[in-house]
């Protein structure tokens, strides 16, 4: 089966697919994929530099997604443009990763997309898990792992979509206020009875 991740800014998705993965679960990333999406050569690449110009390419050719991100960022028209070319091409090699993992035979498969329910990704898998947890706790490991001060902190977690809207959209919730441990025995009982007796 196909287990969808999702949350918000530093809920602990990752550090919750880490743990899906030690314990045998095969992972297929949206934000692995949206890099490679926009690799040189690709069609997306090509349509982002004609929506966006040439000024968001590093000299090497690569996409400079801080670039990027300064125009995304504080123009919502321009956001849905950029959404419009990456997410159907994210789409796509979802779809096909997730297949070929399927047919090769794998019994539980985590797809992390931090954007699972705005990019109407549901329905490409069989269950939805979202990580949450409370927000003083968020915005503390949010500053401390990317090294950003309260305001800018709040204002990430203010641009998303609220937690509890996600959480009211899931099938399993994982609260992920305690520590590593807590987070680890919750992530283990769930692949248990995901993965059921014969796992
Ligand atoms: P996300 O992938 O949702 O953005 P991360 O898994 O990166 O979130 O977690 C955000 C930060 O908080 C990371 O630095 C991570 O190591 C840390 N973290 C996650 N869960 C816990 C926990 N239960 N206790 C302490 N730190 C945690």
Redesign the pocket.
């Known amino acids: 089966m196909i287990l969808g991740i999702t949350?918000?800014?530093?809920?602990?998705?990752?550090?919750?697919?880490?743990v899906f993965r030690s314990l045998g679960a095969a992972v297929v990333s949206a934000d692995e994929l949206s890099r490679e999406v926009v690799r040189p050569g690709t069609p997306t690449l090509e349509r982002i530099v004609q929506a966006f110009g040439p000024g968001i390419l590093r000299s090497d050719g690569t996409l400079d997604r801080k670039a990027l991100g300064e125009i995304v960022f504080s123009d919502p028209a321009m956001r849905e443009r950029l959404n419009a070319i990456t997410h159907p091409a994210i789409a796509a090699r979802a779809e096909e990763r997730l297949r070929s993992l399927v047919l090769e035979g794998e019994r539980l498969i985590v797809y992390?997309a931090?954007l699972l329910f705005e990019a109407g990704a549901e329905k490409r898998v069989d269950e939805v898990l979202v990580?949450t947890?409370d927000e003083p706790t968020q915005l503390e490991?949010?500053m401390?792992?990317d090294g950003i001060g309260e305001a800018e902190a709040r204002g990430r977690v203010a641009a998303q979509m609220p937690q509890a809207e996600k959480a009211s959209r899931a099938d399993f919730v994982i609260y992920?206020?305690?520590?590593?441990q807590?987070?680890a025995e919750e992530v283990k009982a769930l692949f248990r009875r995901l993965v059921g007796a014969s796992g």
Do not use: H, Q
């Open positions: 949350g918000g800014i530093a809920s602990g998705k990752s550090t919750v697919t880490d992390e931090p990580v947890v490991r949010l401390a792992r992920n206020s305690g520590d590593r807590a987070a």
